[in-house]
């Protein structure tokens, strides 16, 4: 018999403009003053979460707003968030944004609750504290972090670390797809591509894949693909908006259980080294690490093809080769950038970002195939 364990969020709720009432949503379920909601500058100053915070002024909680959280978030801004919500005296954590913003949350719920130093948390099972209740409301269709147990933090000029734990999860996922209505076409493109690739991570990780995590990558792969272009081409779309959303979602869930590999372990050399956005820079890797690891991996990409290539017939590695140029073609056709060149990486730059990439030693060991610093060299080679 298979053995297996899968986690997620206990509680998720689905619809479009929840947020208006999210005062009232929080005070049935807690009997709480202080709420600390973290964001970032632009969607405080846009007029996003203004029903927000009337609807939780209205139900008395005292807010105290976090919005210095960046893209990429270092550790000084979470440890400033923290230091803040502390001084405040906050009960409960409230994430509401990009990933970035609901990473930082799920430190600040760990770290204003309890005393162990952030520090000693990167890596996987390494917090011991307890934390405050914390609610997450994605503002993108991208990163699923409303439902992971990881949270991403940059260590210095170039590095990243992650904190993975159970204790990450949040108590409850709220998705209001009228948040992502307007989202640019190259963010939308971009988050959305991020997403696709959990799901295509997900189903052929090397370890930990199992039958919930694949028919939730399977469901969410559908859901993304089928709606992406129409998403980009119409922002306004609520339902393609809502598809995105409840996508990546389900690709959370899908890669919190059976974890992504070597196109998020070439990606964050290209993040932290030249700050392009994450979804942008799996993008840019994604082909190629998929016809790197068709050798080892075409039967699940076969079946991944056959979701969503239509028509699609033949060997699995014909198959294969079939879902990768649906997703170049889809790639190309929300026009953001395709080649590293675009996004300033000199030639000269690869077998730096080559040696980066090789200390992804936690996401490497999920690759269907092994990746030595020359095949990350030959990929970034074929990706610039």
């Known amino acids: 018999m298979m053995k297996f364990q899968f986690r997620t969020v206990p509680a998720i709720l689905v619809e479009a403009g929840i947020t208006e009432r999210l005062g009232q949503l929080l005070r049935e379920q807690y009997s709480l003053t202080r709420l600390c909601l973290v964001t970032d500058r632009f969607l405080h100053e846009s007029g996003l979460l203004a029903p927000a915070l009337s609807s939780l002024a209205a139900e008395g909680w005292q807010v105290n707003v976090i919005d210095h959280v960046v893209a990429d978030p270092p550790e000084h801004v979470v440890l400033e968030a923290a230091a803040q919500a502390r001084e405040f005296g906050a009960e409960i954590i409230v994430g509401l944004g990009g990933g970035s913003s609901m990473d930082v949350a799920k430190l600040l719920a760990v770290l204003a609750g309890g005393t162990q130093p952030l520090s000693e948390m990167y890596g996987i099972g390494n917090v011991r504290a307890q934390r405050l209740p914390l609610v997450q409301i994605p ?192 790639i190309e056709a929300t026009g953001i950038e395709r080649r590293l060149r675009d996004v300033g990486v000199q030639e000269s730059d690869l077998r730096h970002m080559a040696q980066e990439a090789m200390k992804q030693t936690r996401l490497l060991g999920n690759n269907p195939r092994e990746v030595l610093e020359d095949d990350a060299y030959a990929i970034y080679a074929a990706a610039y």
Request: charged fraction near 15%; glycine fraction near 8%; charge should be negative.
């Open 139 to 330: 503002t993108t269709a991208g990163t699923g972090s409303e439902v992971t147990p990881i949270s991403i933090v940059t260590t210095g000029e170039t590095t990243k670390a992650g904190v993975v734990s159970p204790v990450l999860y949040a108590d409850l996922a709220i998705l209001d797809a009228k948040l992502t209505l307007g989202l640019p076409p190259a963010a939308t493109a971009a988050t959305g591509i991020d997403a696709m690739v959990h799901a295509i991570e997900a189903y052929t990780s090397k370890h930990l894949k199992n039958p919930l995590s694949d028919l939730l990558a399977e469901k969410a792969l559908k859901l993304l693909s089928a709606n992406l272009l129409q998403a980009c081409r119409n922002g306004s779309d609520l339902a393609a908006r809502e598809a995105m959303l409840l996508g990546a979602m389900l690709a959370g869930q899908a890669f919190a259980n059976a974890p992504v590999a070597a196109v998020h372990a070439l990606a964050y050399p290209i993040g932290g080294i030249f700050h392009v956005p994450h979804g942008l820079s799996n993008s840019l890797v994604l082909p190629h690490v998929l016809r790197f690891n068709a050798p080892d991996a075409a039967p699940l990409y076969a079946e991944l093809a056959d979701m969503i290539v239509e028509g699609c017939t033949g060997s699995d590695e014909a198959k294969t080769q079939a879902l990768i140029g649906h997703l170049e073609a889809m």
